[in-house]
């Protein structure tokens, strides 16, 4: 699958309504946080802070490439609902934390 047909195919409403529905099976929990939380419960390992939450899915991730299974495009088990920070993750897209430097506070005289 191309780059163009790709991009069609996520306009098309038919993803758009099965993207919905995977949402609702999985009750907008990302599967990878939720996953993350077992594995630790499991293993006995406490987390800390921000690792404790299962955050809200807003994407739908391919587990098979889309563009390399065009055919598992719709499969409910080709789908699986990630919050931004794991849909990242699983492209290798760790966003780096751009340090924002501070401005002086300036002092306003008059
Ligand atoms: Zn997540
Ligand atoms: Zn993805």
Same mark, same amino acid.
């Given at each position: 699958m191309t780059d163009k047909e790709a991009k069609g195919f996520y306009n098309s409403s038919a993803w758009k309504l099965k993207r919905m529905q995977i949402l609702e099976r999985d009750h907008y929990e990302c599967q990878d946080c939720r996953k993350r939380l077992k594995d630790a419960v499991a293993a006995g390992v406490a987390l800390r802070g921000e690792e404790r939450k299962i955050r809200r899915a807003e994407e739908v991730h391919h587990i098979q490439e889309l563009k390399e299974h065009p055919e598992l495009g719709l499969e409910d088990d080709n789908l699986i609902s990630l919050c931004k920070s794991c849909h990242n993750v699983r492209h290798g +897209?760790? /966003?780096? +934390?751009? /340090?924002r430097k501070k401005k002086p506070v300036s002092e306003e005289r008059w």
């Open positions: +897209r760790t /966003p780096k +934390r751009c /340090p």
